[in-house]
């Protein structure tokens, strides 16, 4: 059974740093490619993040780009996000998936974990 | 970015109707759509990929159409569990979602 659990979340001030973490389980880690989404409080999903099977490809949105980098360790089967320059609008639900394929290219997340709060506040 | 629009952005239904949300993209994304299910505090679940294949364990009440820029979900005799908001999600170019949809109970 594929099992994704994130870890990871909390408080933080604004300028401040937090990292994710998303433990994987249940299926050939390096086979997929791996995503971060978020949802704001009271608003919809968003992609924030996805790195390939093999790790040589990572890509952001906008709106993260140069603050939040996504990288995984495959002895522990794990995906991280380590967030930099944490701003009030990046308070949100962060949400691990996996992609169906390994390029994380034009595909789809198969399966979610159930997410992680993060709050940017002063 | 492709933006994706979906209508309505709510829906009032009955246990056993028949309800269909419709997604629009910017420009053409050919079939690379994508609905999910999400309720609140769960995992999103994916219903649908590329536009219509039913994704593996997903009733078959629910149904997917559609190409180039308008796309529709069907889902046909609601049952409780599938109260919920639903978004598309196209993954032709950087991946963007719509609005989603909240499917309430009449």
């Known amino acids: 059974e594929v099992q994704l659990v994130e870890s990871g979340g909390g408080f933080q001030k604004p300028g401040g740093s937090l990292r994710l973490s998303c433990a994987a389980s249940g299926f050939t880690f390096a086979s997929h490619a791996m995503n971060w989404f978020r949802q704001a409080p009271g608003k919809g999903l968003q992609w924030v993040s996805t790195?390939?099977?093999?790790?040589?490809?990572?890509h952001y949105a906008d709106s993260v780009k140069g603050r939040f980098t996504i990288s995984r360790d495959y002895s522990k089967n794990t995906v991280y996000m380590q967030m930099n320059s944490l701003r009030a609008e990046d308070t949100a639900v962060y949400f691990c998936?996996?992609?169906?394929?390994?390029?994380?290219?034009?595909?789809?997340?198969?399966?979610w974990g159930q997410g992680t709060l993060v709050t940017v506040s002063s | 970015d492709i933006q994706m629009t979906q209508s309505p952005s709510s829906l009032s239904a009955s246990v056993g109707d028949s309800v269909t949300i419709t997604c629009r993209a910017s420009q053409t994304i050919y079939s690379y759509l994508n609905w999910y299910q999400h309720k609140p505090g769960k995992a999103p679940k994916l219903l649908i990929y590329a536009a219509s294949s039913l994704q593996s364990g997903v009733p078959s009440r629910f149904s997917g159409g559609g190409s180039g820029t308008e796309f529709t979900l069907t889902i046909n005799g609601l049952q409780p569990e599938d109260f919920a908001t639903y978004y598309c999600q196209q993954s032709y170019s950087t991946p963007t979602f719509g609005q989603g949809t909240k499917l309430e109970i009449k």
């Open positions: 998936a996996r992609s169906e394929g390994y390029s994380g290219s034009r595909t789809y997340a198969d399966y």
């Open positions: 790195i390939s099977g093999s790790a040589d490809t990572t």
